[in-house]
């Protein structure tokens, strides 16, 4: 399998929640025994499985953020000449596959410009290539980069031509290329100290940013403002098409009452189809996690798009044995591996 990032789902995604939920359902007894009363935003990846399990298996108020949601509305007014105080949207879905509904330039519809400029400037279309053909087949815009969504199914990355043509030459931030993020971790281990160095000399600026966590807690532990965000919290009766108790990213407000998710109903059938494979898989990966259930992990793994679209059903068994060998000193739940 060829995978550019790897942190969110598919068998990358699913290890690393693995090694990760004991840390995080430790860190939120410390929470839940020091300050109860504290709202825990998390930035972790993988989001959704993490933001699950933890807010599942403890009473800590969780919730996920990712700036992708607010940074994609950013880039779609760009493509459109729209300033961004003009722009209202409404995103639901998954982390990493949360769909804008509906995206508005002073209340009327902006796709039919999204759709001319991304069809009319090769500059934009190349800008994200998996996102804009997502877009134009299944006519809802996606939140997270074209890298990050070639992984999520099986349309881009299941064979070297399309892997080529797709994932390549495109000329945002993270286009598709293999392992990208290894690449990246590779040149910060070399340079982490200058970094350091930089970092500590640089002026703060402590103007507000777009990231959401000082507008969330100023509005329930400050002046009370209310603040709409997106947050990572469980679906509770919020998307009636999607699997009940599963994390979803929707529209939350963040108040004096706390963080209250904002009710979605159905999504676009054509985007539920999609997502569900992937929050399905989820719940499965989760519930092996906490059960420490092997099974549970493979059968996770073997549903997921890219993966079934490239690997046999033992192929993928063989991988995720070599997976949880390879892994076992940071998996203590799961007790066949002792």
């Known amino acids: 399998m060829d995978i550019n990032i790897g942190d969110t789902r598919g068998p990358s995604g699913i290890f690393r929640f693995l090694r990760t939920v004991p840390i995080m359902l430790e860190i939120c007894k410390d929470i839940e025994r020091f300050c109860p009363e504290a709202i825990f935003l998390n930035y972790t990846n993988p989001m959704a499985m993490l933001c699950r399990a933890m807010q599942s298996e403890t009473q800590v108020q969780v919730t996920g953020l990712c700036h992708s949601v607010q940074g994609t509305a950013q880039m779609l007014a760009r493509w459109i000449g729209a300033p961004m105080k003009?722009?209202?949207?409404?995103?639901?879905?998954?982390?990493?596959?949360?769909?804008?509904?509906?995206?508005?330039?002073?209340?009327?519809?902006?796709y039919p410009l999204?759709?001319?400029?991304?069809?009319?400037?090769?500059e934009i279309y190349n800008e994200e290539q998996v996102r804009n053909e997502m877009f134009l087949h299944l006519d809802y815009y996606v939140t997270e980069s074209s890298g990050h969504n070639s992984e999520y199914n099986a349309w881009f990355r299941k064979r070297p031509d399309l892997i080529e043509?797709?994932?390549?030459?495109?000329?945002?931030?993270?286009p598709?290329?293999?392992a990208m993020i290894v690449r990246s971790y590779e040149a910060n281990r070399k340079n982490w100290e200058k970094q350091l160095i930089s970092w500590r000399d640089e002026p703060i600026d402590i103007n507000r940013g777009n990231e959401y966590a000082s507008y969330i807690f100023n509005a329930v532990f400050g002046d009370q403002t209310m603040f709409e965000f997106n947050g990572n919290v469980r679906n509770l009766g919020i998307i009636d098409n999607l699997p009940e108790g599963c994390c979803v990213e929707v529209p939350v407000i963040a108040s004096k009452r706390g963080l209250n998710p904002l009710?979605?109903?159905n999504l676009?059938?054509?985007?539920?189809?999609?997502i569900n494979t992937?929050?399905?898989?989820?719940?499965?990966a989760v519930e092996g996690?906490?059960?420490?259930d092997p099974r549970k992990i493979f059968h996770a793994i073997c549903y997921d798009p890219l993966t079934s679209a490239v690997l046999s059903l033992d192929e993928t068994k063989s991988m995720v044995d070599k997976m949880f060998v390879v892994n076992k000193d940071w998996l203590p739940q799961f007790k066949h591996l002792t």
């Open 289 to 292: 996690a906490l059960s420490g």
């Open 165 to 174: 043509k797709y994932c390549t030459y495109g000329t945002g931030w993270n």
């Open 114 to 122: 999204i759709r001319s400029a991304i069809e009319n400037n090769p």
């Open 278 to 284: 992937s929050a399905r898989c989820e719940e499965l």
């Open 263 to 265: 009710k979605i109903g």
């Open 268 to 274: 676009p059938e054509q985007l539920a189809i999609l």
């Open 176 to 178: 598709g290329l293999h």
């Open 86 to 110: 003009e722009i209202t949207y409404e995103c639901a879905g998954i982390n990493h596959q949360a769909f804008y509904l509906n995206f508005k330039w002073n209340g009327k519809d902006a």
